[in-house]
């Protein structure tokens, strides 16, 4: 079963500005990690958070985490075209990575 | 550097026959996992290598999916008597696997291209 929920599951807005999903889970992890995938193949990594911190950044991206809510979020600053893909977040517990559903993301030029 | 490969990229086999899947890891990565991704939805694991070892299967459908992994470094994923419904996008990770900063999943995982695999 999937252990992340994704919220929205699809989120369309206008290019430059800010896209925020949302990730719920059920477990305790070590981190949480997200995932953009483009055209249902390869997914790439974007950024992982472990579970002692609660903010982290990596250019346009912020990603928070709250284990108290078990909850995570990525926001994505000043989108572009570009950045239309599938989001996933991933939750890590000792050897295995569990993905959630995924956010279909669509940047409108 | 080279990234994580899979062949084939895609697959069109009739019911009942077995096929392969094959991915090429990252070298020097240890852990290797194997995931489905049916249209639309998110990843299912199946399985998770280190080294040659399969410490964890939990995520195998049935007895027809199997896999193995050899010299640390290449596996293959392979289902029998293929049906319908294993017709799905198979994808392959690799990670540093783990070490210091814990278990596998401590690591980002980098993704093959992933095999479409159609059954008709």
């Given at each position: 079963s999937q252990q992340g929920e994704e919220d929205p599951q699809a989120l369309s807005i206008q290019e430059g500005e800010n896209a925020t999903m949302n990730c719920s889970y059920k477990t305790s992890i070590n981190n949480l990690q997200w995932y953009r995938q483009n055209s249902g193949r390869g997914l790439v990594h974007l950024i992982l958070i472990r579970s002692n911190e609660r903010e982290k950044h990596s250019g346009r991206l912020r990603v928070t985490l709250d284990t108290s809510k078990k909850s995570s979020s990525l926001l994505i600053t000043?989108?572009?075209?570009?950045?239309?893909a599938s989001y996933f977040c991933a939750t890590g517990w000792n050897e295995k990575l569990t993905f959630g559903t995924g956010t279909r993301l669509t940047i409108i030029p | 550097g080279a990234g994580v490969s899979q062949s084939p990229s895609n697959k069109v086999t009739e019911k009942g026959k077995d096929v392969e899947l094959r991915c090429d890891p990252i070298s020097g990565h240890t852990a290797l996992y194997w995931y489905r991704q049916s249209l639309g939805q998110g990843l299912e694991f199946l399985i998770y290598f280190q080294g040659n070892s399969?410490?964890?299967?939990?995520?195998?459908?049935?007895?027809r999916f199997s896999a193995e992994r050899t010299g640390g470094s290449v596996s293959t994923l392979t289902i029998q008597?293929?049906?319908?419904?294993?017709?799905a996008v198979y994808l392959c990770a690799s990670s540093l696997g783990g070490g210091p900063r814990g278990g596998a999943s401590s690591y980002e995982q980098y993704f093959g291209p992933g095999t479409r695999l159609t059954v008709t």
């Open positions: 000043a989108s572009r075209a570009a950045d239309t | 399969a410490p964890d299967k939990s995520g195998l459908p049935s007895d008597r293929t049906q319908q419904e294993d017709s």
